[in-house]
């Protein structure tokens, strides 16, 4: 917030709000806790246990811990980076907010000066009570200024679109329309009166440029097209018009960013949309696939080298890099070839993985790779649509160990069809991943308590009458399993674990070494799993020793 005074004296086209709250787990956070060591009320992060080590001594009443103050530190997002360049590109001002929970009071003093537009970003929300959260950040900004327009785009609008449909042509009439328009906008005119307009196209920058232009030059901009506008008789739509935005165009120029990426991964995309349609999932369809050119990539790399001091860490931010093997083969060689000497990580499917391609990986730079594979169960993975072989799945893991190649599996608990059994094999797959002075490279996990999303194929009328599937998000039941009973299996999971440990959100030092890293994230997990079992206190003085060793 350094630029804040300077900033805003000149006044200000769009201000951007990026998170609205601080990031948590998604879910219910009761879910979550019993996965983790606490100290207090605070997670046993590697940061909190260092404050720890420094202060000897913690007062827990005090609400100014190291834990509240690490989560002020927040790994800079694509969205507002990249509107920043478009929008400068353009003629215009952006200035981001990345968090309106902690920087309230600066926004408060913000909003005194000009501002002609506030646009809120739905995409860093959780998958429900998104919009409950929009609408309270919404009263908050209207406590400190009535006449700037908020305008609203991103993820969430997008699904909210295609819910109206559903709504509209009687498909989902087997919810409540009422239920709905708590998690989703365009529903209630009358819950989202006090937003000025949704962004209905895409990404949405042309249209949010085109406001933030007439609303300067004092023009109306409700006749825009991809509009979407609360009214007290309803929603006023404007006529669609695809936005088209050519991505090997739009690159970002790193340079602008030094004060973001100084410490943290810069956040790069090489495409958007995933072409695979696994039945959990409610994002397919919100964005065309959309691939860029490798020359267009390697432009935006290289001024990330101009502009980033060594490591050059990158996170390839696109939902599945590795939508086939032939891709990620190209991708790989092409950084190979240009020598840029980054390290990078990203999301890929392990049917794309291979033992060549793995070697690939390692030499173009990569050290950490997330992997859905969502259950250890053959039938529970077909039910999910998601074409994952098991066994081959722990063979890629097993791969990538080999080459040093870090690893993030994720899990979802509780899909139709999930019973004793089948979360006995999740467990079983887990344990089997290479883990302690037997890996080469660190692996994780991280449970998801499986949520009935309205736009998901497992959401379709045939599916629920198939799998007797009842209810929304975090609450429902099926033939075999309910939200409560997949919450008990989640820490059945953890409990039965041996060997890798489940993700904290955390950043570990990087002169550990890889023996270092699993024997601490291992005895943390291993504390935490005699907790629940014996439910006393327990002595952290090995966790605290395991640091002090290096201090």
Same mark, same amino acid.
């Given at each position: 917030?350094?630029?804040?005074?300077?900033?805003?004296?000149?006044?200000?086209?769009?201000?951007?709000?990026?998170?609205?709250?601080?990031? *948590?787990?998604?879910?219910?956070?009761?879910?979550?806790?019993?996965?983790?060591?606490?100290?207090?009320?605070?997670?046993?992060?590697?940061? /909190?246990?260092?404050?720890?080590?420094?202060?000897? +001594?913690?007062?827990?009443?005090?609400?100014?811990?190291?834990?509240?103050?690490?989560?002020?530190?927040?790994?800079?997002?694509?969205?507002?980076?990249?509107?920043?360049?478009?929008?400068?590109?353009?003629?215009?001002?952006? /200035?981001?907010?990345?968090?309106?929970?902690?920087?309230? +009071?600066?926004?408060?003093?913000?909003?005194?000066?000009?501002?002609?537009?506030?646009?809120?970003?739905?995409?860093?929300?959780?998958?429900?009570?998104?919009?409950?959260?929009?609408?309270?950040?919404?009263?908050?900004?209207?406590?400190?200024?009535?006449?700037?327009?908020?305008?609203?785009?991103?993820?969430?609008?997008?699904?909210?679109?295609?819910?109206?449909?559903?709504?509209?042509?009687?498909?989902?009439?087997?919810?409540?329309?009422?239920?709905?328009?708590?998690?989703?906008?365009?529903?209630?005119?009358?819950?989202?009166?006090?937003?000025?307009?949704?962004?209905?196209?895409?990404?949405?920058?042309?249209?949010?440029?085109?406001?933030?232009?007439?609303?300067?030059?004092?023009?109306?901009?409700?006749?825009?097209?991809?509009?979407?506008?609360?009214?007290?008789?309803?929603?006023? /739509?404007?006529?669609?018009?695809?936005?088209?935005?050519?991505?090997?165009?739009?690159?970002?120029?790193?340079?602008?960013?030094?004060?973001?990426?100084?410490?943290?991964?810069?956040?790069?995309?090489?495409?958007?949309?995933?072409?695979?349609?696994?039945?959990?999932?409610?994002?397919?369809?919100?964005?065309?696939?959309?691939?860029?050119?490798?020359?267009?990539?390697?432009?935006?790399?290289?001024?990330?080298?101009?502009?980033?001091?060594?490591?050059?860490?990158?996170?390839?931010?696109?939902?599945?890099?590795?939508?086939?093997?032939?891709?990620?083969?190209?991708?790989?060689?092409?950084?190979?070839?240009?020598?840029?000497?980054?390290?990078?990580?990203?999301?890929?499917?392990?049917?794309?993985?291979?033992?060549?391609?793995?070697?690939?990986?390692?030499?173009?730079?990569?050290?950490?790779?997330?992997?859905?594979?969502?259950?250890?169960?053959?039938?529970?993975?077909?039910?999910?649509?998601?074409?994952?072989?098991?066994?081959?799945?722990?063979?890629?893991?097993?791969?990538?160990?080999?080459?040093?190649?870090?690893?993030?599996?994720?899990?979802?608990?509780?899909?139709?069809?999930?019973?004793?059994?089948?979360?006995?094999?999740?467990?079983?797959?887990?344990?089997?991943?290479?883990?302690? !002075?037997?890996?080469?490279?660190?692996?994780?996990?991280?449970?998801?308590?499986?949520?009935?999303?309205?736009?998901?194929?497992?959401? *379709?009328?045939?599916? *629920?009458? !198939?799998?007797?599937?009842?209810?929304?998000?975090?609450?429902?039941?099926?033939?075999?399993?309910?939200?409560?009973?997949?919450?008990?299996?989640?820490?059945?999971?953890?409990?039965?674990?041996?060997?890798?440990?489940?993700?904290?959100?955390?950043?570990?030092?990087?002169?550990?070494? !890889?023996?270092?890293?699993?024997?601490?994230?291992?005895?943390?997990?291993?504390?935490?799993?005699?907790?629940?079992?014996?439910?006393?206190?327990?002595?952290?003085?090995?966790?605290?020793?395991?640091?002090?060793?290096?201090?």
């Amino acid at each position: 917030m350094c630029d804040l005074i300077n900033t805003t004296d000149i006044g200000i086209d769009i201000l951007f709000i990026t998170h609205l709250e601080i990031p *948590r787990d998604t879910g219910d956070p009761e879910v979550y806790k019993p996965l983790r060591l606490h100290i207090g009320k605070n997670e046993a992060t590697f940061q /909190f246990l260092e404050y720890f080590v420094k202060k000897k +001594e913690i007062n827990f009443s005090d609400k100014k811990t190291c834990y509240e103050e690490n989560k002020i530190f927040l790994p800079p997002v694509l969205t507002p980076i990249y509107l920043s360049d478009y929008v400068t590109k353009r003629g215009l001002n952006f /200035f981001e907010i990345p968090c309106l929970e902690i920087y309230k +009071e600066q926004v408060k003093k913000i909003l005194k000066k000009r501002i002609n537009i506030i646009a809120i970003s739905t995409t860093w929300l959780p998958g429900f009570y998104g919009a409950r959260i929009v609408r309270r950040a919404v009263n908050l900004l209207r406590s400190y200024v009535s006449h700037v327009p908020i305008i609203i785009g991103g993820v969430l609008v997008l699904k909210s679109i295609k819910i109206r449909a559903l709504i509209l042509n009687k498909e989902i009439n087997y919810l409540r329309t009422r239920e709905l328009a708590e998690h989703y906008f365009l529903i209630d005119s009358n819950l989202d009166k006090k937003i000025n307009a949704f962004i209905m196209s895409g990404g949405g920058e042309k249209t949010l440029v085109e406001i933030a232009k007439r609303v300067k030059n004092g023009i109306d901009y409700r006749n825009l097209p991809n509009l979407a506008i609360p009214t007290y008789k309803g929603y006023h /739509f404007t006529d669609i018009e695809p936005e088209n935005i050519d991505l090997n165009n739009e690159i970002v120029d790193w340079r602008r960013h030094k004060n973001k990426i100084q410490y943290a991964e810069a956040p790069i995309r090489t495409g958007v949309g995933c072409p695979f349609n696994c039945s959990f999932c409610d994002f397919a369809g919100l964005y065309k696939t959309n691939i860029r050119s490798m020359e267009s990539l390697l432009i935006e790399l290289k001024t990330l080298i101009k502009a980033m001091p060594e490591p050059r860490n990158v996170y390839f931010t696109d939902d599945n890099l590795a939508v086939t093997k032939r891709r990620l083969k190209e991708f790989t060689k092409s950084l190979i070839k240009a020598k840029l000497g980054i390290k990078w990580r990203a999301f890929c499917r392990v049917d794309a993985i291979d033992s060549e391609v793995a070697e690939l990986m390692r030499v173009s730079g990569c050290i950490g790779c997330s992997l859905g594979i969502e259950s250890g169960d053959a039938l529970i993975l077909k039910n999910m649509n998601k074409k994952v072989d098991i066994e081959y799945a722990l063979k890629v893991i097993e791969i990538l160990d080999n080459v040093g190649i870090n690893t993030l599996s994720t899990y979802i608990v509780g899909f139709p069809g999930e019973t004793t059994s089948s979360i006995e094999r999740t467990a079983q797959f887990i344990s089997s991943i290479p883990s302690g !002075k037997y890996a080469h490279a660190t692996h994780l996990y991280y449970l998801f308590r499986f949520e009935v999303t309205p736009l998901s194929p497992v959401s *379709r009328k045939a599916e *629920r009458i !198939k799998y007797n599937l009842k209810g929304i998000g975090e609450k429902w039941s099926h033939n075999t399993m309910n939200s409560e009973e997949a919450k008990e299996a989640i820490c059945k999971i953890f409990l039965k674990v041996n060997g890798p440990s489940h993700l904290y959100f955390e950043s570990l030092p990087k002169e550990w070494t !890889k023996n270092k890293i699993n024997n601490f994230l291992e005895m943390r997990d291993s504390l935490q799993k005699k907790y629940l079992h014996d439910n006393k206190p327990i002595d952290i003085a090995c966790l605290i020793d395991n640091i002090s060793k290096n201090k």
